[in-house]
């Protein structure tokens, strides 16, 4: 299936590296600052990996929607966490510096070539004009997020 994944995807290897890099960055960090998993972080990795399957199998419009959906749950999750941030009166704390570039760094990775753009509140008002592709974008983004926002609770 990876092979496959590449296949259709030239960016793969890049975006790969990328947040490994920064995932390994926040690791250390969650060490450092000895910040305790969350009882729910399994259930979001293999929810990840099950979307990431899946979207490899998928025809090339719905694997576009599906990686669209994520990028906008995660990237709604990496804002969340800077206002968190902001909010708390630790952003402009010198030892916040490293986890604000890193989910700053994260939040402003460029979108994959194709992914699919979530409709918004507007386009939802009208679900008879949302194509396929963006109907399976909104609800990937629904249920990333509501899980991650379980995960940032428990």
Do not use: H, W
């Not at 949302?130 to 899980?147: C, D, H, I, R, Y």
């Amino acid at each position: 299936m990876q092979s496959k994944a590449g296949g259709q995807r030239p960016d793969l290897q890049y975006f790969q590296e990328s947040e490994k890099e920064l995932l390994e960055q926040l690791k250390q960090m969650a060490v450092q600052y000895r910040t305790r998993p969350s009882l729910v972080s399994p259930l979001v990795s293999a929810s990840g990996a099950a979307l990431g399957a899946l979207s490899a199998v998928l025809p090339r419009g719905l694997s576009d929607a599906v990686r669209g959906g994520v990028a906008d749950a995660l990237n709604e999750q990496y804002n969340d966490q800077l206002r968190e941030l902001r909010a708390s009166g630790a952003a402009d704390s010198a030892a916040a510096t490293p986890l604000r570039e890193a989910l700053r760094a994260l939040r402003d990775q460029p979108r994959c070539a194709g992914s699919v753009k979530v409709p918004g509140l507007a386009e939802l008002q009208r679900p008879k004009d949302l194509t396929l592709e963006e109907g399976v974008a909104g609800v990937v983004k629904l249920g990333f997020s509501s899980l991650m926002s379980l995960s940032a609770r428990i």
